[in-house]
Antibody, heavy 117, light 113 residues
Framework: EVQLVETGGGLVQPGRSLKLSCVAS????????MYWIRQAPGKGLEWVSSINTDGGSTYYPDSVKGRFTISRDNAENTVYLQMNSLRSEDTATYYC??????????WGQGVMVTVSS | DIVMTQSPFSLAVSEGEMVTINCKSS????????????LAWYQQKPGQSPKLLIYYASTRQSGVPDRFIGSGSGTDFTLTISDVQAEDLADYYCLQHYSSPLTFGSGTKLEIK
């Protein structure tokens, strides 16, 4: 059974940093692209970042480029999202996802990040 | 960036009825290389994470009931839910993954009368 468990969320002040982790199980982690997708309270979905299978290629939308960094550790079956210079508009539930748009796509349950003073 | 225009914003139907949700992309999502449309549909029930229903515009994810049907090509796509059940109460989203940045439709809230 595929499982994705996100941790690391919480309340953080504007301008500070936070690192999210997502531990995967139930599939061959190193064979899949991994994604972070967020959802502000009561709002729609926004893609945040993607990473290829070996971690050599990463992708971001302009809204987080230069502030967020995605990485992965295939030995630990874990994908990370380092978030720096956080803003109030980054407040959201952050979902980790395994190749979300193709056969077998799967999302974790999400972790809440609140940016507020 | 590819803009995904999803409609309607919300709809309310009775059990047993059929619903249609539309997504229109600002550019074609059809790959000339493999003839696949890079469009997915998701269902998000209250308090849950999104669940993949349809990928490549019309292929149903394993385990998804056959009353969920995806259709369309190029720039116009449709999710049809026939014989709506109470358990289908949810928000539905489309996603294009043809080009970066990946972009979602704004969502459709399905309510059951």
């Amino acid at each position: 059974e595929v499982q994705l468990v996100e941790t690391g969320g919480g309340l953080v002040q504007p301008g500070r940093s936070l690192k999210l982790s997502c531990v995967a199980s139930g599939f061959t982690f190193s064979s899949y692209w991994m994604y972070w997708i967020r959802q502000a309270p009561g709002k729609g979905l926004e893609w945040v970042s993607s990473i290829n299978t070996d971690g050599g290629s990463t992708y971001y939308p302009d809204s987080v480029k230069g502030r967020f960094t995605i990485s992965r550790d295939n030995a630990e079956n874990t994908v990370y999202l380092q978030m720096n210079s956080l803003r109030s508009e980054d407040t959201a539930t952050y979902y980790c996802a395994k190749d979300p748009a193709i056969r077998g796509g799967y999302w974790g349950q999400g972790v809440m990040v609140t940016v507020s003073s | 960036d590819i803009v995904m225009t999803q409609s309607p914003f919300s709809l309310a139907v009775s059990e047993g009825e059929m619903v249609t949700i539309n997504c229109k992309s600002s550019q074609s999502l059809l790959s000339s290389g493999n003839q696949k449309n890079y469009l997915a549909w998701y269902q998000q029930k209250p308090g849950q994470s999104p669940k993949l229903l349809i990928y490549y515009a019309s292929t149903r994810q394993s385990g998804v009931p056959d009353r969920f049907i995806g259709s369309g090509s190029g720039t116009d796509f449709t999710l049809t839910i026939s014989d709506v059940q109470a358990e289908d109460l949810a928000d539905y989203y489309c996603l294009q993954h043809y080009s970066s940045p990946l972009t979602f439709g704004s969502g459709t809230k399905l309510e059951i009368k």
